[in-house]
């Protein structure tokens, strides 16, 4: 049994030393070593209640990228129960088509097909890398609850529908079915963003920056089967049943409602002889976002890469982290345990992250960037409004909000390191831009 589910303060407790929690601290020395060689922003593991151990800037925000699908999960469990949602309701039933249009057969999927990746639509979809998008099926190719496929088109949707079923705004909801009770201490709804690509889907990604430490509380809420202080704040049915495998891959993980799941023996055993003793269910996003959940052993990580700068962690160096955390529980939790306060270890020799100041650019401030450029013979892009923002779209980037830095020049939030200049002919007139994007330099003529 857990030691507890309840904070004093709303704030985490500590293990006085791993060895008070059952673990030896020599044997996690290895994964702390390669958190920092890695370049990790924070490593968080909890057990039974408490912190084992945490690394780094655990209070420091960053993008979850796709561990935000399995925020949807959750949410969709509450607002089943609360009578907001039929899961089996179809995308036609819930008002829902798209840009090119629906077939037939595509409004028959249902809510509980898109949570599961299983939808049979394979519409363009906004906030798609580009690997997802290489290998879509072709339109129509699979019905319906027949087909995993990994496609944002299913979670932005599912995202909108949640959105719509809870009053219209996501990240109220959020707060208050889930934050709040949680007593989160970094997040709140400013910290969602809507990412619209409106040339290619009426639907946006609903993304999320959340901090480690309350990443890890999200985590533990699952692991304690959706019970927070005595309280049920996710049906239990739900919580087992969306972190089940709906699709099952050769290897024997697979897929649940939005969570990846790694039943005991899936994993190979040569190279994570401890980890492939577990069930194991893992939330995960671009660049090192990980969070695992290990019931039988009462114990959840938290891992998460510097996307914010680019850079990121690789899987392969995550779960090896896991494994080391996993191999060095030699014992049972001590009995009599005092909890102390929550003591980071900082990675040394990183220099603190600052982020960028940045405004929003209405449609009225960017007039004169209004139109069509030309990226490459034929090829053409465009400055456009939508909802009183400025908008662009890069051919073989996409389409992203723009936004004003301090010194003049426009980025977009969706994308770490862009940077776009204004050229202005000798009359003061645009007549170009200059976009920097992952170390190329685009040139684009203004064209009408």
């Not at 912190?51 to 780094?56: I, K």
Request: aromatic share 10%; charged share 25%; net charge negative.
């Amino acid at each position: 049994s857990r030691v507890d589910d309840r904070f004093e303060d709303e704030r985490w407790r500590q293990y006085p030393s791993p060895e008070a929690a059952g673990f030896s601290e020599d044997a996690l020395e290895p994964a702390f070593q390669a958190a920092a060689e890695a370049g990790s922003v924070a490593v968080m593991a909890v057990h039974r209640g408490r912190v084992l151990f945490a690394w780094g800037d655990i209070d420091r925000e960053l993008e979850l990228h796709s561990v935000r699908k399995s925020i949807y999960s959750v949410m969709a469990g509450i607002a089943a129960v609360e009578g907001l949602i039929d899961l089996d309701a179809t995308v036609t039933e819930l008002g829902i088509d798209d840009l090119q249009g629906l077939t037939a057969q595509e409004r028959q999927a249902r809510f509980v097909d898109l949570i599961a990746a299983r939808s049979g639509v394979y519409h363009p979809s906004a906030y798609s890398p580009k690997d997802m998008d290489k290998g879509l099926p072709a339109r129509g190719s699979h019905p319906p609850g027949s087909y995993f496929y990994y496609n944002n088109w299913d979670f932005n949707v599912a995202a909108s529908i949640l959105e719509q079923a809870a009053g219209g705004d996501l990240y109220e909801a959020f707060q208050r079915w889930i934050a709040d009770p949680l007593g989160m201490q970094d997040w709140t709804p400013a910290d969602g963003y809507r990412a619209y690509e409106p040339l290619t889907s009426r639907w946006p990604a609903h993304t999320f920056r959340m901090s480690t430490r309350d990443l890890a509380r999200f985590g533990l809420l699952i692991e304690q089967q959706g019970r927070w202080n005595g309280q049920q704040i996710v049906p239990e049915n739900w919580v087992e049943r969306s972190t089940k495998r709906v699709s099952e891959f050769e290897s024997g993980c697979g897929y649940g409602y939005m969570w990846w799941v790694y039943p005991a023996g899936c994993l190979p055993a040569d190279r994570y002889p401890a980890a492939s003793q577990y069930d194991i269910v893992m939330a995960r996003g671009t660049g090192g976002q990980a969070l695992f959940i290990i019931p039988a052993a009462d114990l959840v990580v938290v891992h998460r890469g510097d996307t914010d700068q680019g850079a990121g962690v690789s899987g392969g160096t995550i779960w090896g982290m896991l494994e080391t955390i996993l191999a060095a529980r030699n014992a049972a939790s001590a009995s009599g345990v005092v909890p102390v306060a929550v003591q980071p270890r900082p990675f040394l020799g990183r220099e603190p992250y600052t982020p960028p100041r940045l405004s929003e650019v209405s449609a009225a401030d960017a007039v004169d960037l209004m139109g069509r450029y030309e990226f490459a013979p034929g090829v053409h892009g465009q400055v456009f409004a939508f909802q009183d923002h400025a908008y662009i779209q890069v051919p073989g980037e996409g389409e992203a909000q723009l936004f004003r830095l301090e010194d003049g020049r426009l980025t977009v939030v969706v994308e770490p390191g862009v940077r776009i200049t204004t050229q202005r002919d000798a009359a003061g007139e645009v007549a170009g831009l200059l976009v920097r994007v992952r170390g190329n330099e685009i040139r684009a003529k203004k064209v009408e």
